[in-house]
Each structure stands twice: as C-alpha cells, then as structure tokens.
C-alpha cells in the first residue's frame, strides 16, 4: 500500500534538462526484477557513473551533489517521455522522491507516477524557472489538498491539476484496490437497491 501523500515542505534536486525520457531515468538494463525494490540505486545510472561505474561518480551531477537533498525532484520540460515504462516511477520513489516537479509531463509517466505513489506538479515554464534560480538550501511546499507549490523563500505560489480520485488516493495512501475496499459500504447499498 502507498504512503499516504498530504504536504511536502522539503529541499529539491533540480536537474535543468528538458524531454528526460524513461530510459534516462531508469536504463532498460536494470528492469529484470519483478519487485519494485532497489531500483532507486540505478535512478540515472548513465547520467551518475563514468563508464556505469559506482567508484566513478560524475561530480556535476546533481544527484552526486551533496548540497542538493530532500523529496522533491524539479525537472526540465516534457519529463517523462518516451517508452511506457512503470519502472521509472518505482525508481524515483525507491529513491526517495515523493514529488517530481515539471513544466510537462508525459501523458504514460503521470499516470504511472500517480498509480505508484509519486505526485506529479505541473507548473508554468515561467514558475518552474523560478524555482531553477533558487540555491540548494531553498525549500518547496506542495499542498496536495489545496493543490498547491509555493517557493518558500519568495512566498510565490502556484496552483496545480490533478485527477480527483488520483488526489483522494495520494491523500489516503490508497492503490485502486485499497480505493474499493474504501467504499465497499457504498457499493453493497447501490447493489442492494438494484435486486
């Protein structure tokens, strides 16, 4: 069962590159294994490794930067794209990103991110280049409920979509079985009426 997702204030990674497809996120390589566990180790393997070499960290990466921590990924536009991969979203989760924020996303991506746990904030171009100019000590909040973003150093807040039932599932750490179960009360009574 998910984690129940409500408000996140935490520090971001940003990585300012734009149309990051799935395979960048997670190489196919590593999509053997049939649990979702540790594939958040291998979360950008080309972009983190010389030669996909652990001992060879590249520093100018950000996940490689110890200056950039916490639960939220800020990425460039159009995140997400390329092949239908669910593994991305586990990657990104095992690694401990709850939110991935971005200018667009990928139609697959977001309702993979969203099915897994992984809140997906899409934001203006202009706002998402704010949040870039921010320094690695900056903190985001996201409001679920009130599906929000503010940068909290600026106060400058924004406002974001999301599926009502996807946002219900997040808020309670519901999958969609958990979901059913959730109004099995309901279901009875609108079977009852029908016999």
Avoid at 32 to 54: C, I, S
Avoid at 67 to 80: H, Q, S, W
Avoid at 181 to 188: D, P, T
């Amino acid at each position: 069962m998910p984690k129940a997702l409500s408000t996140i204030q935490s520090c971001f990674v940003p990585i300012k590159i734009e149309n990051i497809d799935t395979d960048q996120i997670i190489p196919a390589r590593f999509l053997k294994a049939t649990t979702k566990e540790g594939f958040g180790k291998n979360l950008f393997r080309d972009w983190r490794y010389e030669n996909d070499d652990e001992a060879k960290p590249k520093a100018d990466f950000p996940l490689n930067q110890p200056t950039y921590r916490g639960e939220i990924l800020v990425a460039g536009k159009n995140f997400g794209c390329g092949s239908s991969r669910e593994h991305a979203a586990w990657a990104i989760l095992d690694y401990g990103f709850r939110v991935v924020v971005s200018s667009f996303f990928a139609d697959i991506f977001r309702n993979n991110a969203l099915n897994n746990g992984v809140l997906p904030v899409q934001v203006s171009d202009t706002f998402l280049q704010k949040i870039f100019m921010q320094d690695a000590s900056a903190t985001l909040t996201v409001d679920l409920a009130a599906q929000t973003i503010a940068i909290d150093t600026t106060g400058e807040t924004e406002s974001f979509d999301i599926n009502p039932y996807k946002k219900t599932c997040l808020l309670n750490g519901y999958d969609d079985i958990d979901y059913l179960l959730s109004i099995k009360e309901e279901i009875q009574q609108f079977e009852s009426l029908q016999n």
